[in-house]
Each structure stands twice: as C-alpha cells, then as structure tokens.
C-alpha cells in the first residue's frame, strides 16, 4: 500500500476516534442535566448521510464530510442555525432553559476529553514502550553548532551538561526547549574539558523561527553513507554504503549536517553535484531529489541511546508530564502563527496526515493521536464563535453580568464565527495544495 493511502487510513481512524469522544464530552454531561440531544454526528451530513438511526430521541449517524462532527442539542444556537426552534418559547428539556453553570459543563465537556484523553494515551504509550534518550556519556563527539551561534560562544564538538542549571535528561532535546521554552543559559563541555555557562538572548526562540535555523545544535555524525535506498535517486546515481561525501555543490562538507542543511536550503529540489570518495578516488555526480526532496541515503550513527521502562505508576507520572510540556509548547509556538512566515506554515489535512509514518507504527499512531487530540482541545477553547471557546465566553460572560447576550446577536456571531472558521480551514488547506504543487 502507498504511503500515501496507509497515512490517509491513520489520519481517518484517529480523527474518527477523538471527533466521537469529543462529542461523548458535551452528550454524557447534557444527559446528565435532562438536556434533549436532538442528534450525534460523526463527520457532516451536509444533504445525506451515509448511516443513521433513531435510538429513543437522539438521532446517531455518520455523515460523508470528513470535517468534524457534532452534537445538535435542543434549545442552542450552534452551527445549525435552527432558528424556528430558537423562536418558540423555552421549554424545560432545552439548553437555554438550565442554569448557566450546567450549561457551561457542557459546552467544556469536548474540550476536557481531549486533554484527558491525550493525557492518558501518553501514560498508556510510555507504560507500553518506555522512553529512549541520548546522555551526555552517549554522545562521546558532542554538537556540531550552527554558524550563527557560535557568536555565542558554542563550539564544535560542545556536549550539554546543563539547562538553566538542570541536566537535560535527552540532550538531543536542547533545539526543542531553545525554541519553545525559557532557556536562560546553557552549560556546554568544551572539547578541550573546560566547562562554560553560555547566556542565551531573550528573544532566541523567534530569532531561530525567523532564521529558519530550528537545530543549530546537530550530532556530530561523519558524512559517510550507511545505507543507500533500493530505487531512489542515490541509488540511481550510483551512490554506495561506505561512500564518504566532500563536498555539496562546490561547498565543503565536515559533518552530516552540513550536508542535510545544504539539502534542505535547496527548495527547488535541483540536481545536487556530489563530490565524494570511495576506495581513496574521488567522484563527482549529480543527484536529483525525488518529489519530497529525499534521495535516498543515511548515515552512520556515531551515538547510542538509553532506554527506560516504566511501572504503572511511573508511566502515569512521566505520561502526565509530557502531556503537559505537549500542550504547553503547542501554545507557546502558537505565537508564530500571527506572523507572515508562521501563517505560510499553516496547514490543513494534508500537514495533520504528514504528522504519521508512511508505514504502520501503532506507537507512532497513538502518539500522534495524542498531540491531535491535544491541538484541538486548545483549538477548540479558542475565544471564537461556533467554537466551543465562544460558547463558553459568552457564558461567562452571562455569569459575571448575570444576563444574557441577546438571541439575534448570538445568531449573528455564531455566522460571524462559522465563516471565520471556513475562511481558516480553506486558508490551511489552501497552503496544503500550494505547497504539495510549488514545493
């Protein structure tokens, strides 16, 4: 099966499963306060739907838009827009006719599954699979550093001993928590054994995103070929396991990273001219990436990692917490966004299925479960009208002024806060297209 249709499969189940238990979030709590569930959709049924059936007032299907799914609750003005019902006095099995605290349970319940069912699927994956991590002792040639910041002070071959004064437990970690997280300083060991504290400027993180620079700290990895890719342009050109790469179209290459940076500067996916060495000879040839910009070779891996495994209680302890840095650093990089460049990294569909392996990985799956599953919890709370988040400020709002909004203008910002979302999702998916064509 082609990797295409295999993350197709995966992104489908998983948007599946946390559409239903989101919808399980605002369905339990609204029949737990004797509120009528008039239908539970999973995906749109725009016209038709492709399954459904009455079981006692609540209409249960499935719709043939993969775009979401829904709850239709009577007596609330939602995505339906079912203003006859809104027009007729309010009666006691409604959402408008319950107190503002039960309605505001269930308008936050599909966002509390999501981040408890993150949550867990984390403990389940680290009690199933453990962790893997790379020491300090695991990486015996340390960093190469990225030109831009040896400024700083960093050299090659540097290994972290610390951030912020605390041992990073997967130094490989060290890109992730400059780009995401508070990082004041970091404490290196130099390769001549004399350790230093380097200052880290306060603004690193939008310096890197700006500068395209997001690992300026790499493993120092030799530029020789591990492996060649049966059928890829490498293997095409002639390349072989053992070759040791010189230099990347006229540029001197010292490290694996030099190579993969060239490579990855390099947007047009032209011919790549290829100096290398084989058996003491030097050859040049040029390669010419495939359609996602790979040709197909690896290196050889110079680092070990460590793996741990976890007790019941360990994984449930170690799941909570990186569930949590999950869903803190998704909000912290949510910043970019509002930028010209983060808005052109935007994606839709097509970037969420890229978040899967090509092949079956059911770790992988369940992890990328969970970070979607976090995402859209905080997607969902956003303040915006249609969007769970606005129903809920607008009930806190009911709760501090001790009224409510009027029905019309809760109808007009419902539209407002529908087109909106229409406008992003084609937005997102639109950078998808243009990327998948022009990249």
């Known amino acids: 099966m082609s990797p295409f249709f295999v993350k197709a499969i995966q992104l489908l189940l998983s948007l599946s499963i946390l559409i239903v238990l989101h919808e399980l979030g605002h369905f339990i709590p609204a029949k737990l306060f004797k509120t009528r569930v008039e239908k539970f959709y999973l995906f749109f049924d725009v016209k038709f739907s492709l399954f459904k059936k009455k079981i006692g ?7 043939w838009l993969p775009l979401g799914g829904y709850v239709k609750i009577s007596g609330m003005i939602d995505e339906s827009m079912d203003k006859e019902q809104m027009a ?3 009666q006691p099995w409604e959402f408008r006719s319950k107190p503002a605290w039960q309605r505001l349970i269930i308008m936050l319940g599909g966002v509390t599954v999501n981040v ?4 867990l699927i984390y403990m389940a994956i680290i009690f199933t699979w453990g962790t893997d991590h790379v020491g300090i002792d695991d990486m015996p040639e340390g960093f190469a550093i990225h030109e831009s910041f040896k400024k700083f002070g960093f050299q090659d071959g540097d290994k972290v001993v610390a951030l912020n004064g605390d041992r990073l437990e997967d130094v490989i970690d060290v890109n992730h928590h400059l780009f995401m997280r508070d990082v004041k300083d970091i404490t290196v060991l130099h390769q001549n054994g004399q350790k230093e504290t380097i200052q880290i400027p306060e603004d690193i993180g939008t310096t890197m995103f700006e500068s395209g620079i997001l690992r300026p700290f790499s493993p120092i990895i030799a530029p020789v070929l591990d492996s060649v890719v049966a059928d890829t342009p490498a293997a095409q050109s002639g390349l072989l396991k053992g070759d040791r790469i010189l230099e990347v ?13 060239i490579k ?3 947007t047009t996916k032209s011919a790549l001219k290829i100096k290398y060495t084989r058996n003491g000879a030097e050859n040049i040839i040029n390669v010419t990436p495939d359609e996602e910009g790979t040709i197909g070779v690896y290196p050889f891996v110079n680092y070990t990692s460590q793996h741990k495994d976890y007790s019941f209680l360990e994984s449930i302890s170690k799941g909570f917490e990186f569930g949590y840095w999950t869903l803190h650093d998704y909000v912290a990089q949510f910043k970019y966004v509002f930028t010209k460049k983060g808005a052109s990294q935007v994606g839709g569909f097509g970037a969420i299925g890229n978040l899967f392996p090509d092949a079956w990985n059911w770790r992988a799956f369940w992890g990328t479960t969970a970070f979607i599953s976090i995402i859209l919890a905080f997607m969902n709370i956003l303040p915006i009208p249609a969007l769970d988040g606005g129903h809920v400020m607008f009930l806190l709002y009911e709760i501090i002024a001790g009224r409510k909004p009027n029905d019309k203008f809760m109808e007009y910002a419902q539209l407002v806060g529908f087109i909106i979302l229409i406008a992003l999702l084609l937005f997102a998916n639109g950078n998808d297209i243009y990327r998948a064509i022009f990249k």
């Open 249 to 261: 179209n006229d540029r001197s290459i010292q490290y694996w990273s030099d190579f993969t940076a």
């Open 116 to 119: 408890i069912l993150g949550f």
């Open 57 to 63: 007032e609540t209409v249960y299907g499935i719709g």
């Open 264 to 266: 990855a500067a390099d």
């Open 88 to 90: 007729g006095p309010p």
